[in-house]
């Protein structure tokens, strides 16, 4: 009888140890489960502030775009329309004293003739600057190709283009906003990447549209970061968040940049 009782005893035991065995690979299991949670919390906190502070720098180099724009506006405002205005404004004032003999008033009638033309041409210009008329009329594949017809005009760049793709898929400001970003990626190829030849790509895969820019021109390293803020690429990558695309850029030293934009 005693041997049977401690061998109940023994049973006892291990059933206790068995079932505090189970609580303590529970506790442990709840108590991973815990940190692990609290560590894709945290990681999805930080992520969020990445996020944060990301959208910050954007909405900062979007102010930084329109401001650089509204002065390049003023500037043109006050060198090639102000100016003319105040050539006018003196003629006028010849006429109305009206001491002039009759040469004089013809010549005085002709500088302010020419000088409302120029004045006419200037604000045409200006306005072409806001926004292309072409741009508006026929779309963003007729006026990037007026744009690559210009610079092969003026032999500072070889562009070729091939764009198709519909255009009631994109809206006025979407268009403008890319056109912006060919301007740039131009401007960027002959000023700083001394590049002789660039191609522009714009097509609709899988109803996402694709934009591709390649120029032959000196590069940069991708991975300097600052370098490629420095080359204008933080502007684009503003108007790139605008239309709610997605951007890349590749390129190294000698072998010319490529410019991806899924929108």
């Not at 690979?25 to 991973?32: D, Q």
């Not at 562009?159 to 301007?183: G, K, M, V």
């Amino acid at each position: 009888m005693e041997v049977f009782l401690s061998e109940d005893n023994q049973i006892i035991t291990i059933v206790i140890i068995g079932v505090l065995l189970m609580v303590l690979v529970a506790v442990a299991m709840l108590l991973f489960l815990f940190l692990s949670q609290k560590k894709i919390i945290e990681k999805q906190i930080e992520n969020k502030e990445l996020e944060i502070t990301h959208q910050k720098k954007i909405i900062q180099a979007t102010i930084i775009v329109q401001e650089r724009e509204r002065e390049r506006i003023a500037q043109d405002l006050h060198d090639d329309v102000s100016s003319k205005l105040n050539v006018i404004h003196l003629y006028a004032n010849l006429l109305l004293e009206g001491n002039l003999s009759t040469s004089e008033y013809a010549s005085v009638n002709e500088q302010i003739i020419e000088a409302t033309n120029k004045t006419l041409e200037s604000a045409r210009k200006i306005a072409h600057n806001l926004l292309p008329p072409i741009l508006d009329k026929f779309g963003l594949k007729s006026a990037i190709e007026e744009l690559a017809d210009t610079f092969n005009i003026s032999k500072k760049i070889s562009i070729s283009s091939d764009i198709n793709f519909p255009r009631e898929l994109l809206n006025s400001d979407s268009e403008l906003h890319l056109f912006r970003i060919t301007q740039e990626l131009i401007n960027n190829s002959i000023r700083h990447g001394e590049a002789e030849e660039c191609k522009i790509s714009i097509n609709l895969e899988d109803d996402k549209l694709h934009f591709t820019y390649t120029d032959n021109g000196i590069g940069f390293n991708s991975d300097d970061i600052k370098n490629k803020k420095g080359i204008g690429l933080k502007n684009i990558e503003s108007r790139v968040a605008i239309l709610n695309g997605k951007l890349s850029t590749k390129s190294a030293l000698n072998k010319g940049i490529k410019v991806s934009i899924i929108i």
